[in-house]
């Protein structure tokens, strides 16, 4: 039996000094989201409102937690650890319909796959329901 490498650090970056979703460096601190990380002062009204239009879908569970964490299952030949595929397969196709991405990381001492926000696919994110 095998375990997975992880393939991120599992550990928490340093503190940002560029804005999570368009990547500009910072000159002050900015504001921390759950889930994405810290945001800048004119993308965190972008944010917000994304999450904010997210939450009344399904992928509410995620915004509201800012992560979504599925068990890993000993895969079929026994030799690695891997998600659920219908779990994992149906956030992501609601991030798809929502247009977002996620992006995961894998926290071997309790074999958990954690799916998060990819912050930068927020940029693209068109806000449907929140007025300019
Ligand atoms: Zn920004």
Redesign the pocket.
């Known amino acids: 039996m095998r375990e997975i490498t992880p393939t991120r650090k599992t550990t928490p970056r340093t503190p940002a000094t560029c804005?999570?979703?368009?990547?500009?460096k910072?000159s002050n601190p900015?504001t921390v989201v759950l889930g994405i990380g810290e945001?800048?002062p004119?993308?965190i009204k972008h944010v917000n409102a994304a999450l904010t239009d997210l939450a009344a879908g399904p992928l509410a569970l995620l915004v509201a937690r800012g992560e979504v964490r599925l068990k890993l299952q000993l895969s079929a030949d026994g030799l690695s650890w891997i998600p659920s595929h219908d779990a994992l397969s149906q956030y992501i196709v609601w991030a798809d319909r929502a247009g977002i991405k996620l992006q995961h990381r894998i926290e071997v001492s309790t074999r958990t796959y954690i799916l998060t926000i990819k912050p930068r696919s927020l940029q693209g994110y068109s806000v449907k329901s929140v007025q300019a």
């Not at 804005?19 to 500009?24: E, F, K, N, T």
């Open positions: 804005c999570a979703r368009c990547g500009i910072l900015g945001v800048g004119e993308c």
